[in-house]
């Protein structure tokens, strides 16, 4: 699912294992007065799959900008989106004209953290997708969206579930080797002097808001927002405060 206008772009980078679906309620609330691009990154979202290396969808990403006509834009990122905006900023920086950082870390992965996606990528391929509902689908969500009996909530708990089961198996191993072969991107935090907010839910346990807070630090001028009553999925779990942050950092940026 893309979308396209002409001025202020705003572009969202989507979560492992998703698709550019995932950003639906953003893209509702900036319609008609930004201009949004939401690519699927290579082997989700209905793509083919394509090479398991973010710096590869980056170049990509990076053509695939020039042939839409956007030179400068606001990036949004969350999770694996937030690890290829480390990867678009350190090859393209002159894209970025502000950057939101949502429920991502800028570490590398440590040892049991490859050995994890390297066990978990053997599993889809054996098994399919449904391997992701055992662990990783839990791990998504806050303690307030699984546990909550909200109509609203569950509703938010059971779109995850379906976009987590829509995703290509091939598409979710490469993915997880891309994730695993990235570099640490903290030695770039310095240099990212451009408008940046970081985003993290409360309850994320995945990239818990003690990494947020550390990354906000390292990067000049970053403001920090932590999300009540969110995990991981902020975006989808608590989407009125991320909306709310996220129109008002791109009118920031943009001048209103």
Not at 6 to 27: I, Y
Not at 62 to 91: H, K, T
Not at 94 to 115: H, I, M
Request: net charge negative; hydrophobic share 45%.
């Amino acid at each position: 699912m893309e979308w396209l206008i002409a001025a202020k772009p705003v572009v969202f980078l989507h979560a492992f294992p998703f698709s550019p679906e995932m950003w639906s309620l953003q893209v509702a609330a900036l319609e008609g007065r930004y201009s949004v691009f939401a690519p699927a990154m290579p082997g989700l979202g209905g793509r083919e799959p394509g090479p398991a290396s973010l710096d590869a969808w980056a170049a990509e990403l990076d053509e695939r900008l020039e042939e839409v006509g956007i030179d400068e834009a606001v990036f949004v990122g969350l999770s694996m989106g937030g690890y290829l905006a480390f990867r678009l900023w350190d090859l393209f920086p002159d894209r970025f004209a502000g950057l939101v950082l949502a429920d991502t870390r800028a570490e590398a992965d440590d040892e049991a953290g490859l050995a994890r996606r390297a066990e978990l990528a053997a599993a889809v391929r054996e098994k399919g997708a449904g391997v992701l509902l055992e662990s990783f689908y839990p791990s998504v969500l806050g303690e307030t969206t699984r546990t909550s009996q909200d109509e609203e909530r569950r509703a938010a708990a059971d779109w995850v579930r379906e976009m987590i089961l829509e995703a290509d198996p091939e598409g979710i191993a490469r993915a997880l080797e891309a994730m695993a072969g990235r570099p640490d991107s903290r030695p770039l935090l310095p240099e990212i002097e451009v408008p940046t907010l970081v985003i993290v839910g409360e309850e994320d346990t995945l990239t818990p808001p003690e990494q947020a807070r550390e990354m906000a630090a390292a990067i000049p001028e970053a403001e920090l927002l932590i999300i009540g009553g969110a995990g991981h999925m902020a975006n989808i779990e608590n989407p009125g405060a991320f909306n709310t942050a996220l129109l008002g950092f791109v009118e920031k940026v943009y001048g209103g």
